[in-house]
């Protein structure tokens, strides 16, 4: 037989029912809710995930180009190797003469030549930024902050030879046509001066030639990670080295000496070429071939040393 239940015991409440009553009267204690994401938010925040952690080549690039253009030392030697582009091309063709004055003026005839004088002090300045744009962050360390945000270091190099690649040929083509145009205006030779139009390929190739020179310094950079050593090595081996070699048997001169970067590059300089020289489709190849190849040893050695 059910006994009926009391009145007192249907008052007794359960401890389902408690629960919630204590938690409510308790002034200390706080509910919170925490409801189950659903597929869509859990779908967006992976989206956020992945896109946070990848750097894309692009803001690579962009950061190389804040870094170069906010040292003052970077862009202000480069524009005064433009400057000297143009400057020495003036003077050099201000005192142009027919070969009879005496002295080192006796050798300016050609116009386009003589307006590109001051190419070979703008080379060497511009071989100095090169290196110092990296070995620069060495001695800082900021190369291993860069290095470790971007996570792979082949990108990183192939940021700063665009960066510097591009710098360097926009203001040395600037630089170099505008040495030829005023050179050839104040042109003091017997020669008849040659129009811009004519001259197309030597500006190019002037161009092509200094921006080289710039990515050999950014190599020098990387490999020797020091801005003294990558600036000697530079001058010496680019510079000095071609005179040095003509010191030795013409038997041995003959065969290497144009196969350097310094003068496989003349070979694309000038309209006329010598015998001892390369032919100009041969100095491209042979000048590219020595920028490609420096570039990639220091790729190589980037990978392997610690930075």
Do not use: H
């Not at 291993?144 to 083509?173: E, L």
């Not at 004519?198 to 020797?224: N, Q, S, W």
């Amino acid at each position: 037989m059910i006994t009926p239940l009391s009145p007192a015991s249907k008052a007794i409440p359960t401890e389902s029912q408690t629960a919630p009553t204590l938690l409510k009267d308790n002034p200390m204690t706080t509910i919170t809710a925490s409801p189950t994401p659903s597929v869509q938010d859990s779908s967006v925040i992976k989206t956020k995930r992945s896109s946070t952690g990848k750097v894309r080549t692009r803001n690579v690039i962009q950061s190389e180009w804040i870094k170069f253009w906010s040292v003052r030392s970077n862009y202000l030697t480069l524009l005064a190797a433009g400057f000297a582009t143009v400057a020495f091309g003036m003077i050099f063709s201000a005192v142009a003469s027919d070969g009879q004055a005496p002295g080192p003026a006796a050798f300016l005839t050609n116009p386009v030549d003589v307006a590109l004088g001051g190419v070979g002090l703008a080379e060497m300045i511009i071989g100095v930024v090169g290196v110092m744009v990296v070995a620069s962050e060495y001695s800082t360390g900021l190369i291993r902050t860069s290095f470790a945000t971007v996570g792979r270091r082949g990108r990183v190099i192939r940021a700063k030879v665009a960066v510097v690649g591009s710098s360097v040929f926009a203001v040395a083509g600037v630089a170099v046509t505008a040495a030829v145009i005023a050179g050839q205006a104040v042109y003091a030779g017997t020669e008849a001066t040659v129009p811009v139009t004519d001259v197309l390929d030597v500006i190019f190739g002037t161009t092509y030639y200094l921006t080289g020179i710039a990515l050999i310094g950014v190599a020098l950079g990387f490999i020797l990670r020091s801005t003294a050593a990558g600036i000697g090595t530079l001058v010496g081996a680019v510079f000095i080295g071609p005179n040095l070699l003509n010191l030795l048997p013409d038997s041995i001169t003959d065969y290497f000496l144009k196969y350097l970067p310094s003068e496989a590059g003349s070979a694309i300089l000038t309209q006329v070429t010598t015998p001892d020289q390369l032919s100009l489709g041969a100095g491209y190849l042979v000048f590219t071939a020595w920028v490609v190849g420096l570039l990639a040893c220091a790729g190589a050695l980037v990978q392997r040393r610690d930075a």
